[in-house]
């Protein structure tokens, strides 16, 4: 984690010597970033790339530093079937398994500007709203069985990413980035039936999203 650190300091240091004609601009900015979550934890291995989607809001500090707020929400899911014998009894299952996270994050971007481009490098830390769901439908010995489970937790994670930005007018710009987010374990758990159930799962993962943006 120390190099991605060192990596942009020295974008914001390098962009110094760059030269830059960049559009006149508003310091504050508003970001709709629709895109993919892609699980890449061992704990969700089974799951299927998702939907992201994000809404930011920014402020340029000067050429080369920006803070940005952002709310979002991505989902992931998972299937499962089974069938064999046990003990003489057959047995058939279908499992069906989704995450949906809220997230509430914070960013710091160090950039470069070029003409009518932004390349930049961020960071930042987040706060994940989570919920999962696991609904089991089967047959035991010829009889149907079903069960469900929904619980939520909170957990917190931190991300680095790189992106760009281009500015078609001095209020309207367009773009993409890509993050890669850590997060705590999400312990999520329950009762089914009167059996104790918990699961606990990280959500490292690969955010990439394209960028809409408007300066003011």
Not at 6 to 15: K, N, P, Q, R, S
Not at 88 to 108: C, K, M, Q, R, W
Not at 127 to 153: H, P
Request: glycine letters at 12%; a negative charge; proline letters at 3%.
């Amino acid at each position: 984690m120390k190099g991605f650190g060192v990596f942009i300091l020295t974008l914001a240091i390098l962009a110094c010597a760059f030269p830059s004609h960049v559009l006149a601009q508003g310091a504050n900015y508003v970001t709709f970033k629709p895109g993919i979550y892609s699980p890449q934890s061992s704990d969700l291995e089974d799951f299927d790339t998702g939907f992201n989607g994000e809404l930011a809001f920014g402020h340029r500090y000067n050429r080369n530093f920006a803070v940005e707020m952002g709310v979002g929400y991505f989902k992931s899911e998972a299937d499962y079937s089974a069938a064999g014998q046990v003990s003489g009894i057959n047995y058939s299952f279908h499992e069906e398994d989704t995450i949906d996270a809220i997230p509430v994050t914070l960013s710091f971007k160090g950039i470069i500007p070029y003409d009518r481009w932004e390349f930049f490098g961020m960071g930042g830390i987040g706060v994940y709203f989570t919920d999962g769901e696991a609904e089991v439908n089967g047959t035991v010995d010829g009889r149907r069985v079903s069960a469900s489970l929904s619980e939520s937790d909170t957990v917190f994670g931190f991300h680095f990413g790189v992106g760009f930005h281009y500015n078609i007018t001095p209020t309207w710009f367009v773009g993409a980035e890509g993050k890669y987010l850590w997060t705590n374990d999400a312990k999520l758990s329950g009762n089914v039936r009167g059996v104790p159930i918990e699961t606990n799962f990280k959500m490292d993962g690969i955010i990439a999203t394209a960028v809409l943006g408007f300066n003011f």
